[in-house]
């Protein structure tokens, strides 16, 4: 008797083990996709974490050796992406709600010549350099309604260490260039990553 009742409760206790994990997974599953977007109590960002194990999707250069010594962005700019916001766009031509973008600046590697490029044994070029810099975006229609749901945020164009906290960047400053150039393609540069433009996959 006593055999059969210690059977029962063994198996009344995995069974309530199973339905357990069953109702605890989705929950699991609810909090990874929650955006690794963390805004401080006066609305400010904090700098993102972890980014550079993100996708990168694209490495555009504009030198000031080929902008009259005046380029705007002089350095190379590495966006990352978080491969689940990655996978979305590849499924809907949109990223989710909560995405981050990272993009983050280095300068190129000690020049030699007069535009800026360097000899190296594969040839002369532009090369990676210095960190210099670092520039967010997060998708939240809510909070950057006016900006077409896209927030942007500045951390410093400079060597490290960046601002630890930064506050939404004027419209004249970043998000206007988006909205008049790239407005219908999800404020996104998708013209220069090929991953995202192209959707070959991975």
């Known amino acids: 008797m006593q055999k059969h009742l210690l059977a029962i409760i063994v198996g009344l206790g995995l069974a309530a083990s199973a339905v357990y994990l069953l109702v605890a997974k989705p929950v699991v599953a609810a909090q990874s996709e929650k955006s690794s977007a963390v805004f401080d109590s006066d609305g400010k960002l904090e700098l993102p974490t972890g980014f550079r194990a993100w996708v990168i999707v694209g490495a555009p250069l504009t030198p000031n050796g080929l902008n009259d010594g005046k380029a705007n962005f002089p350095e190379y700019h590495h966006v990352y992406v978080e491969k689940k916001n990655v996978d979305a766009y590849l499924k809907t031509g949109e990223f989710p709600e909560g995405t981050v973008i990272v993009k983050e600046l280095t300068r190129v590697l ?5 535009d800026g490029s360097r000899k190296e044994p594969s040839g002369r070029g532009y090369f990676n350099g210095e960190y210099n810099g670092i520039d967010v975006t997060v998708k939240d229609s809510q ?3 006016k900006t077409n749901g896209w ?3 500045t951390f410093g164009h400079h060597p490290l260490p960046y601002a630890a906290s930064a506050a939404e960047k004027p419209v004249t400053e970043c998000a206007g260039c ?3 150039n790239v407005a219908a393609t999800d404020m996104t540069w998708i013209q220069f990553y090929p991953l995202l433009r192209d959707k070959k996959g991975y």
């Open 178 to 180: 988006h909205l008049a």
């Open 151 to 153: 927030g942007f945020f």
């Open 143 to 145: 909070r950057f309604a």
């Open 110 to 114: 000690n020049p030699t010549f007069p």
